[in-house]
């Protein structure tokens, strides 16, 4: 079974500079999908940003990029230019490629923008 | 707005009683999935739909049911309600491929 791990349960950073959330999984699958989620304190679960695993490049949002190593199995999430409405947890998922394509999410991390 | 809509917002009710929650995914959207998440606490997959076929099945307790009716709205059946069952329900809808699944605004559900 395919596991995703968050071992930041919080992290802090100063208005304006850059932080990264890890992520790593477990899987035996070679084709799947990875996604960034917001969740701020309205509790809305937002879309941040989606990487396939076939692709090597990694995705870019805005202020949002990832670091995408394949054979580490981990996905990092990097915030650029950090705002205060960047404050919320944020969540790590995995979703196969086949199958039954449930969304496997990790425990979260707890962002705090300092200003 | 993710274009998902969930009824109620907020529910309160009292231990022993049936509630139903209500899901409308985005129009187009086959796929529906349900999770639970208790105060600061991750995302607990319970189940998924796929035009109106169930998909897959996480920790649904047996008193949870749901289903996915043929216009693709589902509901969520909560039953013996007991204390430990306070918490937000997610609905989510994605559509064909893996651009990711959109969440609802979620019920929140405390039993008292």
């Known amino acids: 079974a395919q596991t995703v791990t968050q071992s930041q349960p919080e992290m802090s950073v100063q208005e304006a500079e850059t932080v990264t959330l890890s992520c790593t999984y477990d899987?035996?699958?070679?084709?799947?999908?990875l996604f960034w989620y917001k969740q701020p304190p309205s509790r809305q679960m937002i879309l941040v940003i989606r990487?396939?695993?076939?692709?090597?490049q990694n995705a870019t949002e805005n202020r949002f990029s990832v670091n995408f190593q394949k054979a580490a199995k981990s996905f990092s999430l990097k915030i650029s230019d950090s705002q205060l409405g960047d404050a919320a947890m944020y969540f790590c998922?995995?979703?196969?490629?086949?199958?039954?394509?449930?969304?496997?999410f990790g425990t979260g991390t707890r962002l705090k923008v300092l200003a | 707005d993710s274009g998902v809509t969930q009824t109620p917002k907020h529910l309160i009710t009292a231990t022993g009683q049936r509630v139903t929650l209500r899901c409308s995914p985005r129009?187009?959207?086959?796929?529906v999935y349900w999770y639970q998440q208790s105060l600061d606490q991750g995302l607990q997959f319970l189940i998924q739909?796929?035009?109106?076929?169930?998909?897959a099945k996480g920790n649904i307790l047996e008193r949870f049911s749901a289903q996915q009716f043929p216009d693709l709205h589902s509901e969520l059946n909560l039953s013996s309600l007991e204390l430990g069952d306070s918490a937000l329900y997610f609905c989510?809808?994605?559509?064909?491929?893996?651009?990711?699944?959109?969440f609802g605004q979620g019920t929140r559900l405390t039993v008292v």
């Open positions: 998922a995995y979703r196969s490629a086949k199958g039954t394509y449930k969304y496997i």
């Open positions: 899987t035996s699958e070679s084709d799947y999908y």
């Open positions: 989510a809808s994605s559509p064909q491929g893996a651009v990711g699944a959109f």
């Open positions: 129009s187009g959207d086959l796929s």
């Open positions: 990487q396939e695993a076939y692709k090597q």
């Open positions: 739909y796929y035009n109106g076929e169930e998909r």
